[in-house]
């Protein structure tokens, strides 16, 4: 464009200063001048047209769907199998209940969102899910299969007999002589020394009874800390020990003494009552409680 004006300024000079210059040479030059100057307007675009087709960004009409992710993304506290486990199970949701039966979802989502849609259609209640047909289940659910159908079904079928089950009552120990009834058949008969703990809730009823030691014939080993996880595990209220003298012997030894002064003292720490400590030979025993050394 410089180049072209500086042409014209230098034609027009010459045209202006050169009187003998005949009319075709101010004809050829004009004519150079005008199709120069059109080639100019024509062949140049302005700096702001070429910035608008630099930033100019074509829109984009689709519409970005939601990004998502398998429970195995997730963190660990919100995967439901690992909240069952660190919070139990009646923290957990009834669509969180079932994406642990189904164990897994589809392509297209996980399998507590398939959960929470197989729960839509049954109106989010228990007893309509369970009304459902295993063909249902299969048949109209993207990621049921015929085994999944079957692992809701008898999940549910298992709430059912639940419900109509009877309650087993727990027996209640009442006395020293309910505790050597209960164990004598497992130790009167044993050649070497075997230590029980039984454990209890606060209306002293059975929760359970475990060996925690395997001795020789004249002693076994009762570590503290095996006998309380026992009944931290249970949240037993009270315990009772138990072992065997395989001499027929029920007379306490000064180990015997030891033991139950520092399982007392271990107990007392933890809020647990321990009940008495029955030593059992064949056809007599020797209780702690009714000795009046607890």
Avoid at 71 to 83: F, G, N
Avoid at 143 to 150: E, I, L, Q, S, T
Avoid at 242 to 247: E, Q, T
Avoid at 272 to 291: F, K, N, P
């Amino acid at each position: 464009m410089v180049r072209t004006l500086n042409a014209f300024a230098k034609t027009a000079s010459i045209i202006t200063h050169t009187k003998k210059s005949s009319v075709s040479r101010v004809i050829f030059f004009a004519n150079n001048i005008f199709f120069s100057l059109l080639f100019c307007i024509f062949s140049v675009s302005s700096p702001e047209k070429d910035m608008k087709k630099q930033t100019q960004v074509k829109p984009d009409n689709r519409v970005s769907e939601p990004q998502r992710f398998s429970i195995k993304e997730w963190a660990l506290e919100d995967r439901p199998r690992e909240k069952l486990l660190s919070q139990g199970a009646g923290n957990l949701s009834n669509a969180e209940l079932i994406a642990i039966l189904l164990g897994s979802g589809s392509r297209s989502e996980s399998a507590l969102d398939l959960a929470k849609r197989i729960l839509l259609a049954a109106n989010n209640n228990l007893n309509e899910l369970g009304k459902l047909s295993l063909n249902t289940l299969s048949g109209n659910f993207k990621g049921v299969g015929p085994v999944k159908a079957v692992v809701l079904s008898a999940a549910l079928e298992l709430g059912r007999r639940r419900r109509s089950a009877d309650i087993l009552p727990k027996h209640q120990i009442h006395n020293s002589r309910d505790i050597y009834t209960l164990f004598h058949p497992k130790l009167a008969d044993l050649s070497h020394e075997e230590c029980w703990v039984l454990l209890m809730n606060n209306q002293h009823r059975i929760i359970d009874n475990i060996r925690i030691s395997h001795g020789g014939v004249s002693e076994t080993t009762v570590d503290p800390k095996i006998v309380l996880k026992h009944a931290l595990d249970k949240l037993a209220s009270s315990i009772v020990i138990c072992h065997n003298h395989p001499s027929g012997n029920p007379r306490p030894s000064t180990a015997d003494d030891k033991i139950t002064q520092k399982l007392k003292l271990a107990c007392n720490n933890l809020d647990i009552q321990l009940t008495d400590h029955i030593i059992v030979s064949e056809g007599l025993y020797y209780s702690y409680a009714d000795e009046g050394k607890l």
